[in-house]
């Protein structure tokens, strides 16, 4: 066999040992790797509750009278000052007529006392008229005048009272519920109609005792509901009941819900994502970093890098709660820290790997 020249064996040798770094990057595992970092944001608080409104009535007519026209049915959406009922009026309007004709008759009987005060008052200056006389026709005027005011305030009322023969929205919403007809006799305090605000509902929720204090009026929050699925809604706290409840120990928190599109109504059940902050700073790491270990703990693989080379080890991890696509730290691992998040599957200790992205391109 034909030995090669001293020459080219040393020629060989050396371009062997040129590319021994690239094939030894071949060789090594490509994985995906993320650094660890550290975090104020606790676990979300995920509390129940079901939507109320903002404001309900239940509407009745501030006088007694026959419905003469209904103005509005269920589903019909009023503004604030819409008519919605109109009561008989004819003999309400009847004693107003009366009444003001009354206050007509007080206002001659008032002009023509206060003529005689006057003309009284100057018979007495001349001596025409004695004083006393005088002074029963000034009080003849006054008591004219006091008549006019009682006949006046009389007047008054009952345009009131005929006013009331009309119920109108207090406020803008949705007619929910109708319990009378045209026909029919209502009476102040019996409802007829039943108006819900929609525009703005509320959720209230049960907090634990133990994260009440968490919750301040800066705390975002997520609200979902079967009703809307795959939709998340944006909402802020309106106000934190500081009052416990002893048998289940809890703390109300009340949530505004913005229901512009009139998607919800009272009733529906949601549920309330807060994401609420610790006051240490927390470790995270993702859970595709995790490895279920043979004793059942959790360990992840660290990558160092040892004599110019990329290589891992496995650390046994103390996991807490979980938060979002992250997992609590307590004990094994520090900010700054590099871990496996891809292609931790087959590792052994001490191997070398090579950083890729999650198209498998290389990295730094």
């Known amino acids: 066999m034909e030995r090669l020249p001293r020459y080219r064996l040393l020629a060989l040798g050396g371009l062997l040992a040129a590319l021994s770094p690239t094939l030894g990057s071949a060789q090594a595992t490509p994985v995906t790797a993320q650094t660890i970092s550290a975090s ?44 919605l009922i109109r009561l008989d009026t004819e003999l309400a309007q009847l004693q107003l007529d009366r009444l003001r004709a009354a206050q007509t008759e007080a206002e001659a009987l ?24 005088a002074q029963t026709r000034l009080a003849e005027a006054a008591t004219a005048n006091a008549r006019l005011a009682s006949r006046e305030a009389e007047a008054r009322e009952q345009a009131a009272r005929v ?11 949705v007619i929910t519920g109708r319990y009378t007809d045209a026909g029919e006799w209502a009476v102040p305090g019996t409802p007829v109609l039943e108006l819900v605000d929609l525009a703005s509902l509320r959720l209230d929720v049960q907090v634990p005792q133990a994260r009440f204090a968490d919750i301040t009026a800066d705390t975002r929050v997520s609200v979902r509901t079967p009703a809307l699925p795959g939709q998340m809604l944006d909402a802020t ?74 290589r891992v080890s496995v650390r046994r991890v103390q ?46």
Do not use: C
Not at 43 to 72: C, E, H, I, M, Y
Not at 116 to 132: I, N, R
Not at 163 to 173: C, D, I, T
Not at 288 to 295: G, I, K, M, Q
């Open 237 to 310: 706290v309106q106000a934190t009941v500081p009052v416990s409840d002893p048998t289940a120990r809890t703390l109300q928190v009340r949530l505004s819900v913005d229901n512009s599109r009139r998607q919800l109504l009272p009733g529906m059940s949601a549920q309330a994502e807060f994401a609420v902050q610790s006051e240490a700073e927390r470790v995270l790491a993702p859970r595709d970093a995790l490895v279920r270990r043979p004793d059942g703990a959790y360990g992840v693989w660290v990558v160092t890098q040892r004599d110019g080379e990329l």
């Open 40 to 83: 104020r944001t606790a676990a979300p608080l995920v509390l129940s509750g079901t939507f109320t409104a903002r404001q309900r009535s239940d509407l009745s007519p501030a006088v007694p009278g026959l419905v003469q026209t209904l103005q509005v049915d269920v589903g019909d959406t009023v503004a604030a000052g819409d008519v």
């Open 110 to 133: 008032r002009d023509e006392a206060q003529r005689q005060a006057e003309q009284a008052k100057l018979l007495a200056q001349s001596g025409d008229l004695s004083a006393s006389l």
């Open 319 to 364: 996991t807490g709660r979980t938060v979002g696509g992250d997992v609590e730290i307590r004990d094994g691992l520090s900010p700054g820290d590099r871990v496996v998040v891809r292609g931790n599957e087959g590792l052994s200790d001490g191997q070398a790997v090579r950083i890729v992205d999650r198209i498998g391109q290389s990295k730094p």
């Open 163 to 173: 006013e009331r023969h009309v119920l109108r929205a207090p406020y803008a919403g």
